[in-house]
């Protein structure tokens, strides 16, 4: 301890100190750190030595050691007292405020940046008081840039000893480089978006352009080679059709790797027959087999699983186009295509093979690779002896790859090639002989005999070719139909207006009013009457079938239409009244009047609908003999009261013996839907009278 100075003034230090170190009071009330500093004033300041007080030495040791971190830190930070002055900063804060070389120690960091908003002048004052503010991305302009600055921050305020507010520090990270890579990313992505859209919106365009004249092609030959015809004039057209067909095939498999490429291919899974779905694959592909004098052989291994659950159109295409590859590249030989199952290890799972097998030309090794990039075959000679795009093999492989799987291959020049795929799907126990499908037969059955019947027709199309095409199938499906004709929605809307038709044929893309909007106007204006629509559109495009249900339509046919396809909507939209709603059946019941018709029908419905939800009661507690019950109720009343197809699947039901969930739940599907079928004709009739 220095000495301290003689006199009284040293007397009453001393006494001082004294009566500070050994005074319990004085330490409650001042603690040990305050108590040691007034101990080190007491002695003398700066070269006495008191213990927990640092000495001044290391006070500039550690200031110092503070300035220089400050100073070198890898970020821009600043430290500002308590009137926004620097006290310090790092060489990043100079270089990023472009600062470098000016000494800012001591000045305002408003007089440094005289343009600051007021906006962060109350920032600064709100951390001054101990608020911490933070942004993860601002951006301002500084003063004479030329372009924005963004930046990262975080304001805080920095304490003294004695836990008084010294001031404020501010750490900022220039992220302006980041943040226009960003920029530039999100333009190029929006670049990339809206090429990829228009690139989409110009083949839907040039789908639909080039679809219309095919329509009439394909159409009109498909009529005439239904003629009778010298064997000339048959090979001829069977030509002219056989290669419309082919540019059809060829612009639908732009469209599909088009839409997989912009990831907008969906599968559509659903239960379906296995056994069929092969069939008709290889029936496609049969006659030119055939043509070419080609065996071609369907092996499927005893066991196999009927039904699966999958997408049977991608399915399908993925076998067709396999098919067409082996008939395409056999000249002499056979064609055989494989099906194997194992079971899985998952309940109701099964792993298939399929696996196509040819004897044509077969490919080498080193080239086997390039058969599944886009556009390529295995050499220039290939495309111009054989054809074809070379999408075929890389849009089925794109479809497996959807479904979990890749294409496989096996081959061997000049002894052909084996195409091969594994796919795990999940199967349905099979249903008994006779299922639920099998009445749409039927009504194909009776609806032949109906082609003296009167109906009228109200087609909207602008394209006259079309126009003719759809009048000359309908006279040959039903001689005795009335047409009316319209070239665009409005025309379509006012002809309604005068006279509704018992079926409308409705294109989308027409001039002044198209399709959608014709159809939400007469929907509309006709509340109580619903008259069905069938969209007819050259557009294969993704959710083109649910744009036109949504508007209101009924069904969907895309171009070109042939006979069978009219024939088939007329059967299932004009004709299904006497299919569905057999009226002669209630009118031998209640006779021609109308008031004891429609109480007929009322009571009838009720029936149905109570017996149907018992029945899927007894669905959910597995009550057989309950379902079987039921049904037999529901189709009693269902054929009394006209419903023939409701009555049919409820003698199908009511004939099971054992409880097969996925058959009962299809029958039940199918019921519900015959009973809105059967409910909206009753209404119908109840409305507009059975004559």
Known sequence: MRNLPEGPDKEAIALLMARIQHDPRVKEVLGNEDLAVLRYLLNGGPAGSVSGTKTERDLQLEKSMLSAFVENTPAAVAMFDTQFRYIAYSRRWLEEYKLTGRNILGLSHYEVFPNISDEWKEIHLRCLNGAVERNEE??????????????????????QYDGQTGGIMMLTQDITEMCLQREELRAAKLQAEQASLAKSEFLANMSHEIRTPLNGVIGFTDLILKTELSPTQQQYLSI???????????????????????????????????????????????FQAQSKGLKMTLAMAEHTPKHIWTDPIRLKQILINLLGNAVKFTEKGEIEMKIEAKPAERPNHHHFRFAIKDTGIGIRKEKQHKIFDVFLQEDASTTKKYGGTGLGLSISNKLLGLMGSQLQLSSTPGEGSTFYFSLLLQTAQDTPPEQPEQPDMNEKTESTESNTEHFSVLIAEDNGVNMLLLKTIIKRIAPYATIEESVNGEECFQKCIENLPDIIFMDILMPEINGYEATKMIRATFPETHIPIIALTASNAIGEKERCLAAGMDDYLTK???????AYVIDTWVRK?????????????????????????????????????????????????GIQYSAHKLSGTAVSAGLVQLSRIAVKLEDMQEFDPGTISGYLKKMKEEMITGFELMDKVSREGTE
């Open 138 to 159: 601002d951006r301002w302009r500084p003063d004479g840039w030329e372009h924005d600055q963004f930046l990262r921050w975080e304001v805080r305020p920095w304490y």
């Open 240 to 286: 002219v059709n056989q290669s419309a067909n082919t540019l059809l095939h060829l612009i639908s498999d732009i469209l599909d790797f088009s839409k997989i490429e912009a990831g907008k291919l969906e599968l559509d899974i659903e239960r379906c027959d296995l056994h069929e779905l092969v069939s008709e694959a290889s029936d496609v592909l049969a």
């Open 560 to 566: 070109p239409v042939v006979m069978e396809s009219i």
């Open 577 to 625: 009244m006497k299919v569905h709603l057999n009226i002669d059946i209630v009118k031998d019941i209640v006779g021609d009047n109308e008031a004891r018709l429609k109480e007929f029908f009322s009571i009838a419905r009720k029936e149905i609908s109570n017996s149907f939800t018992k029945l899927q009661e007894h669905f959910e507690h597995q009550d057989m003999k």
